[in-house]
């Protein structure tokens, strides 16, 4: 939106930045998935691996640059952006917790026997 | 037209109507409204893949040995090589869409249509890297056996390397032909046969004394369990009922069925947002061509297919962590 002569310069120049990141962070992703460092797979952080959750914080850090840089959230007016990006986080959050809960509990029922699952 | 107007005395009040808190066009906020359901729907698939996956904590495939080509390095084994390409082509092609969208602020046409062209043609190479994908999916790698439960049993040599089939598969002779539509009634007919009879890998397999069995089972180091010689053997005759080759929506080589539905459902979902997104952006980019928007004034529609775009970036962001990665 706030886009006159003044600022295309920067602009042209964000973008680019943004793309570097992007790029340096995908590589970094592609490395630990190659590698898996013995540490990161053993280290348990709230049940899940230390490189899951490597993973996961570096996907939302990318979420994050795309939707503010690319799709030029961070020039949209305060409301707009609560609107969109409050709600789907919200529900997104909520979604999540109830299938994960429900998918560990039949996980454990099949694992305790109550239900043969290998015969 | 004066006569008519209701006057309600809120005129220059924010509830009078005419104001703008959002400070975006229709097209442009509602385009942000279908991007958030349209995130949602995702959403929706990827926790219910998080759901399966929770529920098979322990004996889920490894992606890293399910994806393994490159194109023109046959039997290379190059996990994830592919998808991170695959994922630079949509980032960058995200890249050329801003900057389409920045140039497009400036009036510059030009740089519009260069811009655009290069996204739809990253776009165009997505998509059909993607087809790429399904095919290896589709016609599998090594094979493997189901058992009576619908487990996957797969062969592994000495070393811990899984060994296709047809590497120690006998030839038994069989009278066994696929039954088509032609031969007796038009609406009977057999699935396509495997190229293996269960016999046939069993006799191969008691042939062949340094095979072994891996099941779907991981163990304490995120590694699929491999079964002794006489555990192999036993597993074997007791429970496998048939041969799987590649995957479809009912068996599926790499484990569990769901793995291969999902894996269809979710990037076939957001495929087919790459495919319409490609064409979405082939009639902007014919409309700029044309001059639309320059006499339109702005460029606001390349804004607006632009943030489909990204979404569809974003979409695969999340799509490669969670099938690919994690």
Same mark, same amino acid.
């Given at each position: 939106?706030?886009?006159?002569?003044?600022?295309?310069?920067?602009?042209?120049?964000?973008?680019?930045?943004?793309? *570097?990141?992007?790029?340096?962070?995908?590589?970094?992703?592609?490395?630990?998935? !190659?590698?898996?460092?013995?540490?990161?797979?053993?280290?348990?952080?709230?049940?899940?691996?230390?490189?899951?959750?490597?993973?996961?914080?570096?996907?939302?850090?990318?979420?994050?640059? !795309?939707?503010?840089?690319?799709?030029?959230?961070?020039?949209?007016?305060?409301?707009?952006?609560?609107?969109?990006?409050?709600?789907?986080?919200?529900?997104?959050?909520?979604?999540?917790?109830?299938?994960?809960?429900?998918?560990?509990?039949?996980? *454990?029922?099949?694992?305790?026997?109550?239900?043969?699952?290998?015969? | 037209?004066?006569?008519?107007?209701?006057?309600?005395?809120?005129?220059?009040?924010?509830?009078?109507?005419?104001?703008?808190?959002?400070?975006?066009? /229709?097209?442009?906020?509602?385009?942000?409204?279908?991007?958030?359901?349209?995130?949602?729907?995702?959403?929706?698939?990827?926790?219910?893949?998080?759901?399966?996956?929770?529920?098979?904590?322990?004996?889920?495939?490894?992606?890293?040995?399910?994806?393994? %080509?490159?194109?023109?390095?046959?039997?290379?084994?190059?996990?994830?090589?592919?998808?991170?390409?695959?994922?630079?082509?949509?980032?960058?092609?995200?890249?050329?869409?801003?900057?389409?969208?920045?140039?497009? %602020?400036?009036?510059?046409?030009?740089?519009?249509?260069?811009?655009?062209?290069?996204?739809?043609?990253?776009?165009?190479?997505?998509?059909?890297?993607?087809?790429?994908?399904?095919?290896?999916?589709?016609?599998?790698? /090594?094979?493997?056996?189901?058992?009576?439960?619908?487990?996957?049993?797969?062969?592994?040599?000495?070393?811990?390397?899984?060994?296709?089939?047809?590497?120690?598969?006998?030839?038994?002779?069989?009278?066994?032909?696929?039954?088509?539509?032609?031969?007796?009634?038009? /609406?009977?007919?057999?699935?396509?046969?495997?190229?293996?009879?269960?016999?046939?890998?069993?006799?191969?397999?008691?042939?062949?004394?340094?095979?072994?069995?891996?099941?779907?089972?991981?163990?304490?180091?995120?590694?699929?369990?491999?079964?002794?010689?006489?555990?192999?053997?036993?597993?074997?005759?007791?429970?496998?009922?048939?041969?799987?080759?590649?995957?479809?929506?009912?068996?599926?080589?790499?484990?569990?069925?769901?793995?291969?539905?999902?894996?269809?459902?979710?990037?076939?979902?957001?495929?087919? %947002?790459?495919?319409?997104?490609?064409?979405?952006?082939?009639?902007?980019?014919?409309?700029?061509?044309?001059?639309?928007?320059?006499?339109?004034?702005? /460029?606001?529609?390349?804004?607006?297919?632009?943030?489909?775009?990204?979404?569809?970036?974003?979409?695969?962001?999340?799509?490669?962590?969670?099938?690919?990665?994690?």
């Amino acid at each position: 939106m706030a886009h006159d002569t003044g600022h295309n310069e920067s602009a042209t120049k964000r973008i680019w930045s943004v793309f *570097g990141i992007l790029s340096i962070v995908t590589i970094a992703e592609v490395i630990l998935g !190659i590698i898996r460092p013995e540490f990161l797979i053993e280290t348990m952080f709230l049940r899940m691996r230390l490189l899951n959750w490597i993973f996961i914080i570096l996907t939302l850090y990318k979420a994050y640059l !795309i939707t503010w840089a690319f799709m030029h959230m961070e020039h949209e007016a305060k409301g707009l952006r609560r609107a969109v990006v409050w709600t789907g986080i919200f529900l997104v959050c909520y979604l999540i917790f109830i299938l994960l809960t429900e998918g560990d509990y039949i996980f *454990g029922v099949y694992h305790n026997e109550y239900q043969s699952w290998d015969f | 037209m004066d006569a008519t107007a209701v006057r309600t005395g809120t005129e220059g009040k924010t509830w009078g109507g005419d104001s703008h808190p959002l400070k975006a066009s /229709y097209g442009k906020m509602m385009m942000w409204f279908f991007i958030l359901s349209d995130a949602l729907t995702f959403s929706a698939f990827l926790a219910a893949y998080g759901f399966s996956r929770f529920k098979y904590m322990d004996e889920w495939p490894i992606a890293d040995e399910v994806f393994t %080509h490159f194109p023109f390095l046959h039997g290379v084994d190059a996990p994830m090589y592919y998808v991170a390409l695959m994922t630079f082509i949509l980032i960058f092609s995200s890249v050329t869409m801003v900057l389409a969208v920045d140039a497009g %602020h400036r009036m510059k046409k030009s740089s519009v249509i260069w811009y655009m062209f290069f996204t739809i043609i990253g776009g165009i190479i997505f998509v059909g890297s993607q087809a790429w994908e399904w095919a290896n999916f589709i016609s599998g790698e /090594y094979g493997a056996v189901e058992t009576k439960a619908g487990r996957i049993l797969q062969f592994v040599n000495a070393e811990g390397e899984q060994v296709a089939l047809e590497s120690f598969a006998v030839d038994l002779p069989t009278e066994r032909v696929m039954l088509t539509k032609s031969d007796a009634l038009w /609406y009977e007919s057999d699935a396509t046969l495997p190229d293996f009879y269960l016999e046939e890998i069993v006799e191969g397999f008691k042939a062949n004394p340094d095979l072994l069995i891996r099941t779907e089972l991981l163990n304490e180091s995120n590694e699929k369990t491999i079964l002794s010689r006489a555990e192999s053997l036993e597993r074997l005759e007791r429970d496998a009922i048939g041969v799987v080759q590649g995957a479809n929506l009912i068996h599926n080589e790499y484990g569990p069925p769901l793995f291969a539905d999902f894996f269809f459902f979710i990037t076939g979902f957001h495929g087919f %947002h790459v495919l319409s997104g490609v064409i979405i952006n082939i009639i902007i980019f014919i409309n700029v061509i044309l001059g639309t928007y320059e006499r339109r004034g702005n /460029y606001e529609m390349v804004e607006k297919v632009g943030l489909y775009w990204h979404f569809v970036d974003l979409v695969w962001v999340f799509v490669f962590t969670f099938f690919y990665l994690v």
